[in-house]
């Protein structure tokens, strides 16, 4: 018998994600990849998963499935919400755990709080073949993950495990994507098309604020806010693109552009988010607040190489359910630096 | 306000060095499209990666500049940059490898749409329109928009005409298309803008080959009208992977 899980309800947009894809973009293929590539790896590491492996990538409300083999251990990372166990008996379990799961067990992830991106990894991984040296699912260009696709109810979601590994279930101290944020401080460096927006343009960058607008998605947040001026030009010639670009319109309304990105575009970026930031914005919900500020490349630099550090060390720090700590200074120090909400010292070092 | 800029690659002009974010930055050439321009982006791609620098991801080259992402941990934006540079300074006169693709287009109105709108707005007679347009050899400057889809240059300038005023929300896989100063091939069904005069059978892109997109940019294209028949003859042919198109290889 073949192991998987049966989609009962798929959620609103949900995809199988890893970390992406590098390598493609000089043939039009955009990475693609975890929105929120930190909850990602926690939700692998719950499970005993390496960090690049592929997990459900779920947004604003999670699928329901149906547990079809003998065992499994999953585990939910990312935006908070409860995890449902319906039958055989109604039990929940809060994000940021692993669950070990029974044959016939009905499951759903319920609506998301505060921000809208998680992920459902599973012991193992999903049975599915690379695409492109990838799982990540490119839903606009059909391909990768599973059948090029969002998930559906009906589909059997292949396991490589038949049964749950030995062990005991995990837990995160800290689950970056449950936290309330009223508004995000996202860093940027300006560039490369600064020069194509006047003074009063770049200010409006810097000192607006800015609201995560309902018509975004994984190829980019669209932003509403004031009107960013450009100069006059004619017909910007299209140039590359890479995640985390601020592309400005004719409209003066940004969007900063996700992992589903067009790979060449035809509008000047006045700025590009850098990559600590960009798991902020990927996991924000259409509504959520947020303002710019800027950074230099040294320094941005330097937060990525932190980050990198920050990221281990909330990895390492999963443990067994039953050996919960409270959280630590030290602990609420990475914390802050993953989640994105905390100035001033975090940035200059 | 000028802002065009048309800094040919030399020492004494070195292209600009744009950052943009923490992973990546741009040398950019010029904001023109010109087929010299592209190919000294070209030829600092090729130089950068043969030289396979330390923490470099990736590199796009497009109209106006080359796209080089790296990874902050293993590399910086002043080393790399400067590494960069300096390939570029070096010069180094060896060409590109190129390769020449012969793409079938069937041009008869099954397939083209749009030929008798062209040939109306230009002045020109459908087979007029055929004969400028498979009248020379196009140079793929970059590949974007989706996967695999190729701009190519530089389109006869009589054939030059704006993008249709009403888009359309399904355009063929195959499907040859003109606008402005380019033509390019729609290699999935997607929504376009531009003028389809012709389809050719070939496909284009396949993630499930070993180098998913046919072309890369700097690749050539001759056009070679075919018809009616041999499209449908080749379109099977394709689907039973009886046809692959090959192209003439010219080694550096």
């Known amino acids: 018998m073949s192991a998987v899980l049966e989609i009962t309800a798929p959620g609103v947009f949900t995809t199988v994600q890893d970390l992406g894809r590098t390598g493609f973009l000089d043939i039009g293929v955009p990475p693609s990849g975890a929105l929120d590539p930190v909850a990602l790896r926690l939700a692998n590491r719950l499970v005993g998963n390496d960090e690049t492996e592929g997990a459900l990538e779920i947004l604003h409300a999670g699928p329901e499935f149906i547990v079809r083999a003998p065992t499994a251990r999953i585990a939910y990372a990312g935006a908070d919400c409860t995890i449902e166990i319906l039958q055989p008996e109604p039990v929940v379990y809060p994000a940021g755990r692993s669950l070990t799961v029974v044959a016939g067990d009905r499951i759903r992830l319920g609506a998301m709080r505060a921000s809208m991106c998680g992920y459902l990894a599973v012991a193992g991984g999903f049975a599915i073949e690379p695409c492109m040296n990838s799982l990540s699912t490119y839903v606009r260009g059909g391909f990768g993950g599973f059948q090029g696709r969002t998930v559906q109810a009906g589909d059997h979601l292949p396991l490589k495990r038949e049964t749950a590994p030995v062990g005991p279930d995990l837990c995160v101290k800290f689950n970056p994507g449950g936290k309330t944020v009223a508004s995000s401080q996202i860093r940027v460096i300006l560039g490369p098309q600064d020069d194509h927006f006047s003074k009063a343009g770049l200010e409006t960058l810097l000192t607006s604020e800015f609201v995560v607008s309902a018509s975004s998605d994984r190829m980019g947040a669209r932003l509403d806010g004031p009107q960013i001026e450009l100069l006059a030009y004619e017909n910007f010639i299209s140039d590359g693109i890479t995640a985390g670009a601020i592309q400005v319109p004719g409209s003066g309304q940004p969007i900063v552009l996700l992992a589903d990105h067009q790979t060449t575009g035809g509008y000047p970026k006045i700025a590009t988010v850098i990559s600590a930031d960009l798991p902020v914005l990927g996991r924000m919900r259409p509504g959520s607040r947020l303002r710019f500020s800027e950074i230099d490349v040294e320094a941005g630099e330097a937060v990525h190489r932190q980050y990198k550090t920050e990221i281990a060390k909330l990895v390492s720090r999963i443990t067994p359910v039953t050996e919960v700590a409270d959280i630590d200074i030290d602990e609420l120090y990475s914390s802050n630096l993953i989640s994105g909400v905390i100035d001033g010292e975090g940035e200059q070092e | ?252």
Not at chain 2, 25 to 54: G, K, T, W, Y
Not at chain 2, 141 to 153: E, K, Q, R, S, T
């Open chain 2, 1 to 252: 306000m000028e802002r065009k800029r048309d800094l040919t690659a030399s020492a004494e002009n070195p292209p600009r060095l744009l950052p943009y974010g923490d992973g990546a930055f741009l040398m950019e050439f010029a904001d023109i499209i010109d087929r010299r321009i592209s190919e000294d982006i070209l030829h600092l791609n090729q130089q950068v990666r043969l030289a396979r620098l330390p923490g470099l991801l990736e590199t796009v080259p497009t109209f106006r500049s080359l796209l080089v992402r790296y990874d902050a941990g293993k590399t910086s934006f002043r080393t790399l940059s400067g590494q960069v540079m300096a390939l570029h300074k070096a010069g180094g006169s060896e060409p590109r490898s190129s390769r020449l693709w012969q793409v079938p287009v069937c041009y008869e109105p099954d397939f083209a749409p749009d030929l008798a709108d062209v040939a109306d707005a230009t002045g020109l007679s459908p087979d007029e329109v055929v004969k400028l347009h498979v009248g020379v050899t196009y140079h793929i400057y970059m590949i974007g928009f989706v996967a695999g889809f190729p701009y190519l240059g530089d389109l006869p300038e009589a054939l030059s005409l704006p993008r249709r005023t009403d888009p359309r929300l399904r355009v063929p896989a195959g499907s040859i298309a003109i606008a402005l100063t380019m033509a390019a091939i729609y290699p999935l069904v997607s929504p376009g803008g531009w003028h389809l005069i012709g389809r050719t059978p070939i496909k284009l892109f396949d993630p499930g080959w070993q180098q998913p997109a046919l072309f890369a940019p700097g690749d050539s294209i001759d056009f070679v009208p075919i018809d009616a028949a041999r499209f449908e003859e080749l379109t099977q042919a394709v689907e039973t992977g009886d046809y692959q198109i090959e192209p003439q290889v010219t080694e550096a």
